[in-house]
């Protein structure tokens, strides 16, 4: 008898308001197979110790900074190391990115000015980020939607993929495994879809909504 060959394993998706949904960036996992696992800290659910039961993760926006004083902010900025340590696909988006970006030692400031991005803005390619999109197959288009009025800094050991003219990091690379937009928006074909926060999770301090320019989750 032969034997069955295991589906993809699930993806961990990181919520942060009550009805929050994954949106487009949900179905298109979906699609290729993937569980969702769905967690949202804010709510009182807790975090895997590991990764190694998933194929990677996905934390979403929301309203809240990487900045505020929230036990739960504290707790998934602290868990993002999990992710890091085990070497396993981690797409940032909005929030998601800040955590990211201040575990990982960077700043998470709002523009000195006090301006905000809401609307469509310039999306600037580094020439690692046109690398990466070449790679992949997937141009980065000319102008995108944000909306966010927080921004970040590179962190030391990551790489910028895109640039902007308010804030200028856009998307950030950190390691082998994981892209991260200060974003809102995911695109064909490479991460997939497009789940921007109007749909999941709200308006969000800090993100544009940037195609992702992602590696594909890997299924373990």
């Not at 900045?67 to 890091?84: P, Q, R, Y």
């Not at 046109?130 to 970040?152: I, K, M, Q, S």
């Amino acid at each position: 008898m032969r034997e069955q060959r295991a589906g993809p394993k699930p993806v961990l998706v990181v919520l942060h308001q009550e009805h929050s949904t994954p949106g487009r960036v949900g179905r298109v996992l979906s699609n290729r197979g993937h569980p969702l696992d769905i967690r949202r800290p804010c709510m009182g659910d807790s975090l895997p110790e590991t990764l190694a039961r998933h194929a990677g993760a996905v934390v979403f926006g929301g309203p809240m900074s990487a900045n505020d004083h929230h036990a739960f902010i504290k707790a998934e900025t602290e868990w993002v190391g999990v992710a890091l340590r085990e070497d396993k696909p981690f797409l940032g988006l909005c929030l998601g990115a800040q955590m990211l970006a201040r575990h990982l030692g960077a700043r998470v400031y709002p523009h000195p000015e006090g301006r905000a991005e809401i609307g469509y803005f310039p999306l600037l390619p580094t020439p690692e980020g046109e690398a990466l999109a070449g790679a992949v197959g997937v141009p980065w288009p000319p102008y995108v939607y944000h909306w966010h009025r927080e921004g970040f800094d590179a962190p030391p050991s990551a790489v910028t993929l895109a640039t902007g003219d308010d804030f200028p990091v856009q998307a950030i690379r950190a390691g082998r495994a994981r892209c991260d937009p200060a974003a809102t928006e995911e695109r064909d074909p490479v991460g997939g879809g497009a789940a921007d926060d109007r749909e999941g999770e709200g308006g969000c301090r800090s993100g544009s909504e940037v195609p992702v320019i992602v590696e594909k989750v890997r299924a373990e």
